[in-house]
């Protein structure tokens, strides 16, 4: 199986900055894609960004020129630097990828989530 693990989550004052880490373990053969997605009570969980392979990048509207996400594919990492945070960007943000494996194909795998709180 493949296991996700985030960090870098918190509590920090609107036009701050925070980055976000996913690391991918297990057995891998080859990461497709990850992303960031978050969530809000009440709310569907909605993409923030993507990054493929490739290094194609995929981002919301709503976080474009703000955020930018990159990848380290050495050690299966994908970060998520946000900065000129605001209010409305507090949500619980979740990793996700998108991977093959030799056994099972291609699945996808969600982390655990990371608050972030971005007080006004």
């Known amino acids: 199986q493949v296991q996700l693990v985030e960090s870098g989550g918190g509590l920090v004052q609107a036009g701050g900055s925070l980055r976000l880490s996913c690391a991918a373990s297990?057995?891998?053969?080859?990461?497709?894609?990850m992303g960031w997605y978050r969530q809000t009570p009440g709310k569907q969980r909605e993409l923030v960004a993507t990054?493929?392979?490739?290094?194609?990048?995929n981002y919301a509207d709503s976080v474009k020129g703000r955020v930018t996400i990159s990848k380290d594919n050495a050690k299966n990492t994908v970060y998520l630097q946000m900065n000129s945070l605001k209010p409305e960007d507090t949500a619980v943000y979740y990793c996700?990828?998108?991977?093959?494996?030799?056994?099972?194909?291609?699945?996808?795998?969600w982390g655990q989530g990371t608050q972030v709180t971005v007080s006004s």
């Open positions: 996700n990828a998108d991977v093959t494996q030799l056994r099972y194909g291609r699945s996808g795998y």
């Open positions: 297990g057995s891998i053969f080859r990461i497709n894609s």
């Open positions: 990054i493929t392979s490739g290094g194609s990048t």
